[in-house]
């Protein structure tokens, strides 16, 4: 099990730009995929964007692609979501989640099932 924060969320203007981090604590984060969702209000949560345990395989969903940047930094337990080109509908909370990486080339996690720690969730509201 891993613990997780979430910070960086607020308002901002369409078009603007955040930087969501995920704090983790406990044993062996650099062993976990990771990934961001998304729940807007009245509406079921939402893969957003995914990163293997190594860092080098990111993965996205469409809605996102092209302005939005998932990183890690293994070395602080941290995972990061830059989010640029703000929308109006990317207003939602963020939740960052942890899950075992099978070590698969093509394994590509975006089913809240493949995650079994999750973050409380930061909010992000986007102004038109």
């Known amino acids: 099990q891993v613990q997780l924060v979430e910070s960086g969320g607020g308002l901002v203007q369409a078009g603007g730009s955040l930087r969501l981090s995920c704090a983790a604590s406990?044993?062996?984060?650099?062993?976990?995929?990771m990934g961001w969702f998304r729940q807007a209000p009245g509406k079921e949560r939402e893969f957003v964007a995914g990163i293997r345990r190594s860092g080098v395989t990111t993965y996205y969903a469409d809605s996102v692609k092209g302005r939005f940047t998932i990183s890690r930094d293994n070395a602080k337990n941290t995972v990061y979501l830059q989010m640029n080109s703000l929308k109006p509908e990317d207003t939602a909370v963020y939740y960052c989640a942890a899950g075992p990486d099978s070590g698969s080339y093509y394994y590509a996690p975006r089913a809240e099932g493949d995650f079994g720690s999750w973050g409380q969730g930061t909010q992000v509201t986007v102004s038109s």
């Open positions: 406990g044993r062996a984060f650099s062993s976990y995929a």
